[in-house]
C-alpha cells in the first residue's frame, strides 16, 4: 500500500511544481493599472522655463518622447516637502482626472553647493532660464499635462497642453 501511495503521489506533485502559470501572477495582471504595466514604456517630457520681463514664470514644453522601457521606482508624491516656487507637474486622462503628480524643485532658483576655503556649503543661484524633464510610466489615457506653481496662498497655473 505504501508503494502505491509513493507510486500515485510523487508524480502528482511534480508535475504541481513545474508548472509555468500561477492564479498569483494572474490577478496581479488583472488589478488596476495593469495596462500601464504592461505597456513597458516611458513617456518624457523635456521643459523649458524661463522669467518675462514682467517677471512671471513663462513654461515650454520642448519635446516629447515615448521610449522603450520599464521606470525602476514611480516618483511619490510628498505634500511635506512642498516649498513655495516648486512646481507640480499633472498629467491626466481626457476627462481631467489626474493620472499622477510629480513635484519638481523651483528649476529657476535651485540649490547649488559651493565649495570655499571653509568648506562644503549650500547656496541658492537665481537663474534667468533652465531646463527640466519628468518621466511617467506611459499609459495611452495620458491626454494632457499642467503645470501649477506653489505660491504662499496655494497653486498658480503656469502652463497647460494636451498631448
Known sequence: MKNLFNFFIV?????CSFQKSSTLSDLRDRASGAEILKENKILYLFFKADKEASGKDRIVLQEKKIAAG???????????????????????????????????????????????????SRKRI????????VRYAYSEKIRTVKIEKVTESGTELLFTQKL
Not at 508524480?11 to 508535475?15: E, G, I, K, Q, R
Not at 537665481?126 to 524633464?133: G, K, P, T
Open 126 to 133: 537665481n537663474l534667468q532660464d533652465a531646463e527640466f524633464s
Open 11 to 15: 508524480p502528482v506533485l511534480l508535475l
Open 70 to 120: 520599464k521606470l525602476k521606482f514611480t516618483p511619490a508624491f510628498d505634500r511635506s516637502e512642498v516649498e513655495t516656487g516648486d512646481l507640480l507637474v499633472i498629467v491626466s486622462d481626457s476627462d481631467g482626472k489626474e493620472i499622477e503628480k510629480q513635484l519638481v524643485k523651483n528649476p529657476l532658483y535651485p540649490e547649488m553647493e559651493v565649495y570655499e576655503k571653509e568648506g562644503i
